[in-house]
């Protein structure tokens, strides 16, 4: 009896999870972020012209096996921005910039951007302020940080390319998977589906016991 009874417990968690769409969790990375007031551009007299670089310090050593990138800013019109990452390495990626000849478009901020090589849409895609998930505009991606010692100095620089429209960088993200992190999990998580028919042949042998 205690044997059906556990059994059964155990079909109705895996049923409970394919239908909710749950998986066991992978390795979640590290997170390094600041909050920032940075004007955009520095000299917001010009109206045009550099940001002064927002610095995080990661105090720690990570090989990178992936890198994503978040980016809160306010601007009216966020055309005009240029936003570039360097690594401690010196690597530098384009996350975002416009052609002004073809691309032009109104709109502002950038609202818990996330850059993410695995995202679905390219950042092109996106409309201003950008909520959720993006590929950077660069090529070969966040990937080019593949590898890389995390250790040091990581600047977010944004240039502002022409006139009238300011702003500021109000915060800036790493979201940083470790090869530690990928040594934590044994096995692909089950996906939904399987947990379901796993669920489901569950609860029928239970029901024969």
Known sequence: MRLRVRARFIAFVCLLLGLLGKAAPAGLGVFYSRSFDLPIPA??????????D?????????????????????????????LLLT??????????????????????????????????????DGTAP??????????????????????GLWRLRIYDAYYMDTGSLE??????????????????????TVLVLLGLGCLGWVRRF
Do not use: K
């Open 43 to 52: 000299d917001t007299s010009a109206t045009r012209g550099w940001m002064d």
């Open 130 to 151: 950008f909520e959720g998930r993006f590929r950077p505009l660069d090529p070969a991606g966040l990937a080019a940080f593949d590898g890389e010692d995390a250790f």
């Open 87 to 124: 690594s401690p390495s010196g690597t530098t990626v384009v996350l975002n910039m416009y052609d002004p000849f073809s691309e032009y478009f109104e709109g502002a901020d950038y609202c818990n951007t996330i850059f993410d090589d695995e995202a679905l849409n390219s950042i092109r």
């Open 171 to 192: 915060s800036f993200g790493l979201i940083i998977t470790t090869m530690s992190d990928i040594a934590t999990v044994p096995a692909p998580a089950p996906t939904a």
């Open 54 to 82: 927002a610095v995080i310090e990661v105090p720690d050593h990570h090989t990178i096996v992936d890198l994503d990138v978040a980016v809160s800013l306010n601007h009216a019109n966020v055309f005009d921005l240029q």
